[in-house]
């Protein structure tokens, strides 16, 4: 049953009460609540917290016991593991709380009394009792009841668990026996002074005890599932060294050694109880191969076992940083659940029995509910799979439209682009001519100029022709000085650049009209011409240019629009991608998913088999030793059908030997009258006459 680890904190009394006078800050305990107050007596805000119990400095031993640890102690003689241990900085408690003193025992005397008290009361069992004692010295481990068994190594096994091998465990049938067992262990344990503590203890130790026990009249109860089995328990209790500060404890030496010891060991133990703490989903991986501490007691952190665990606290102002890092630890360990049950060992009927109806519950359970809530789940995994693939290729498919137009607009755009490009050219090659055919004077570069093939532009063909365009009109310097404006406007380089395909600033090409209109005013152009002729062309030109530049402002509009319509397009083509992404990834996880689930469908299948075929195995088993049983049956009755008709004949023959008897008496009687009658009739002796 899981259940949560039961913590309790206890505060210890203050070593001198001189100290506590100047103390700016006290610990208040009210019921099961400890908070850090101010001296005037305000708490101080989020130091704060509550426990299964806390204990003040005025509480006892017993109360301490009877309180947290007599349920695991009682629970322990009923088969479930159990773990007590004391947990604090040094010099706070912990060896007080645990070995007590001749007026007020600690837990570990209390539970050797209360053990052998519990089993006195109970008749229907007999019980076994082993001992042992160790500690942990530096990372490793030492035999308290045998100094000579030193570094023994822990061992794990599928009967025995995780156990110290080597360790030597003694019988026990009393407390006294134990108690007595116990102080010789205490004589070898690691103690040292510190600043802190006259009698600190450098090592962690472990008290265990063993208890197994079986039903008395189990043979003729005939019900295997429990009076045939042997429950094994094991019961730790814990005294650990304390958390120290090697500034305030003053070690060096040997004591600074073993202080880190103690130290790396507690801080993996909070490692394990942080991690347990933060619940079954989060916890991955559980340190507890860490330290030698925390594999002795990985059953009673987060396993099979029922735990209590008392925290000391020293309630000087001194140590309320320490104070608040073993309460931290104490909330921790109170989130911890574990999950305790009876342990028995069967004897071999018994096992195959219950082996049998576990099987059979597996298998109900994996034919019911389990393999069709998986079965469904993968079938509906299936169709998100394939609904995820056809959004997918949907997606695709939008998406490579929307590639394909937004190339035809680009491409557009492109010789939308071009078209005024040329336009630009075509407006400000226009202006150039009518300026240099209004500075024209003779006939002869008149006939030149119109013999010229000027023509409509052609947008399409523009870019080579517009450069041919512009370098024979460079040939033309000295008839077409250039406006000192326009190198304000659009220089050399620009012009060049464009000319040569670069990409087009079209802020700069904006200005190229504005020019012709302010610098080439029309009533310039006229009033020069002589020729009819010639001011019509003009007149053509002109018209032709108002249109061109009328042409080439609609296209720039469009231009614009078609960037816009581009602008937005892009931000739904990278919507889409998103869009794609996301799916991409969903299809990704449900592929894992249903990857997973697969695998775990198979490794059931797999269970479910090996389970039918120790289904299959255990029944012919059965089959085979319900046959033997009937055949002995068979040959019992047999024999004491043999053993009646012997009995029988046994009877008859004694009755017929009783009659044989009988007849034989009243021959030997009739003889011996007869002998009588002829000893009387003759004297001679019968010996002689018969000898005869
Ligand atoms: N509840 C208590 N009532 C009376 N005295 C106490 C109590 N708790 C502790 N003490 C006394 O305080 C001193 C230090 O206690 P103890 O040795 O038990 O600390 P510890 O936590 O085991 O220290 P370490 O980790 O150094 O071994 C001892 O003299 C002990 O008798």
Redesign the pocket.
């Known amino acids: 049953m899981a259940e949560k680890i039961c913590v309790a904190v206890?505060l210890?009394?203050p070593?001198s009460q001189s100290q506590d006078t100047s103390s700016a800050t006290f610990w208040r305990v009210e019921d099961n609540r400890i908070s850090l107050h101010k001296l005037h007596g305000t708490p101080i805000p989020g130091i704060s917290y509550a426990f299964d119990y806390v204990f003040d400095?005025t509480c006892s031993n017993a109360k301490v016991y009877e309180l947290l640890t007599k349920d695991v102690i009682h629970a322990a003689v009923d088969g479930f593991n159990g773990t007590a241990f004391a947990y604090?900085q040094?010099?706070?408690?912990?060896?007080?709380?645990m070995n007590g003193?001749p007026n007020d025992p600690g837990i570990i005397h209390r539970a050797v009394n209360d053990v052998f008290r519990k089993i006195q009361m109970i008749s229907d069992r007999e019980f076994l009792i082993r001992v042992s004692y160790m500690e942990i010295y530096n990372e490793e481990i030492n035999d308290l009841f045998a100094v000579e068994n030193q570094k023994l190594q822990i061992h794990e096994s599928l009967e025995r668990g995780i156990f110290v091998a080597g360790l030597r465990e003694e019988i026990v049938n009393n407390a006294e026996q134990v108690i007595k067992l116990l102080e010789s262990g205490e004589v070898n344990r690691h103690f040292g002074e510190?600043n802190?503590?006259a009698?600190?203890?450098r090592s962690h130790t472990i008290f265990r005890m063993v208890i197994e026990s079986k039903g008395i009249d189990s043979r003729s109860s005939g019900d295997y599932s429990s009076s045939d089995a042997i429950r094994v328990s094991v019961l730790n209790l814990v005294?650990l060294?304390?958390s120290e500060r090697i500034a305030k404890t003053g070690a060096g030496g040997v004591r600074l050694k073993e202080g880190k010891y103690i130290n790396k060991s507690l801080m993996v133990l909070g490692n394990v109880i942080n991690k347990l703490s933060n619940g079954a989903k989060q916890r991955a991986h559980i340190p507890y191969r860490d330290s030698k501490l925390t594999r002795i007691l990985q059953t009673a952190l987060g396993g099979n076992a029922k735990t209590s665990i008392i925290c000391?606290l020293a309630p000087e102002e001194v140590h309320v940083e320490e104070t608040k890092g073993t309460l931290l630890f104490a909330s921790r360990a109170k989130r911890i659940t574990n999950c305790a049950q009876v342990n028995e060992i069967l004897t071999d009927a018994a096992l195959l029995k219950r082996q049998q109806l576990e099987i059979e519950e597996l298998r109900r359970k994996l034919q019911g509910s389990r393999s069709e809530v998986l079965e469904q789940e993968i079938l509906k995994l299936r169709n998100d799979m394939l609904k995820y693939e056809l959004e997918r290729e949907k997606l695709e498919m939008e998406l490579e439209e929307e590639r394909k137009s937004h190339k035809e607009r680009e491409q557009r755009i492109r010789d939308q682009q071009l078209k005024i490009e040329n336009l630009s050219s075509l407006v400000s090659d226009g202006d150039r001519s009518s300026s240099q055919d209004s500075m024209k004077e003779s006939p002869k570069d008149e006939c030149n100029y119109r013999g010229e093939d000027f023509k409509t532009p052609c947008f399409k063909a523009a870019g080579n022709a517009f450069v041919a365009k512009r370098s024979n009109n460079s040939q033309l310097p000295d008839f077409s000085p250039l406006p000192d404006s326009f190198s304000n406007v659009a220089d050399e380089d620009t012009w060049f650049k464009m000319n040569k395909g670069y990409i087009a600033d079209l802020d700069l090409l904006q200005t190229t009209p504005a020019r012709k209109v302010q610098s080439f005013p029309p009533q310039d152009i006229t009033p020069d011409c002589s020729n009819d002729n010639y001011k019509e062309e003009l007149q053509n030109l002109k018209r032709q240019l108002e249109l061109a530049i009328k042409g080439k402002n609609e296209l720039e509009r469009k231009h614009e629009e078609e960037i816009q319509l581009n602008g937005r397009l892009m931000g739904e083509i990278s919507e889409l991608k998103q869009e794609l992404d996301v799916n991409n990834n969903l299809l990704e996880a449900s592929k894992e998913r249903y990857g997973s689930l697969e695998r775990e469908f198979q490794l059931l299948k797999e269970e479910r088999d090996s389970l039918q075929k120790s289904v299959s195995e255990s029944s012919q088993k059965l089959t085979f030793v319900t046959d033997q049983k009937e055949n002995i049956l068979k040959d019992l009755n047999s024999e004491v059908q043999r053993r009646k008709d012997l009995e029988a004949e046994i009877k008859q023959f004694s009755v017929a030997f009783a009659s044989r008897q009988r007849s034989l008496a009243s021959i030997h009687g009739e003889f011996k009258s007869k002998m009588e009658k002829l000893r009387a009739e003759n004297p001679v002796p019968l010996h002689k006459s018969l000898q005869y």
């Open positions: 206890r210890r009394p070593v400095e604090g040094t010099s706070s408690g912990k060896t007080f709380t003193s510190t802190m503590n009698r600190s203890s005294d060294a304390g000391t």
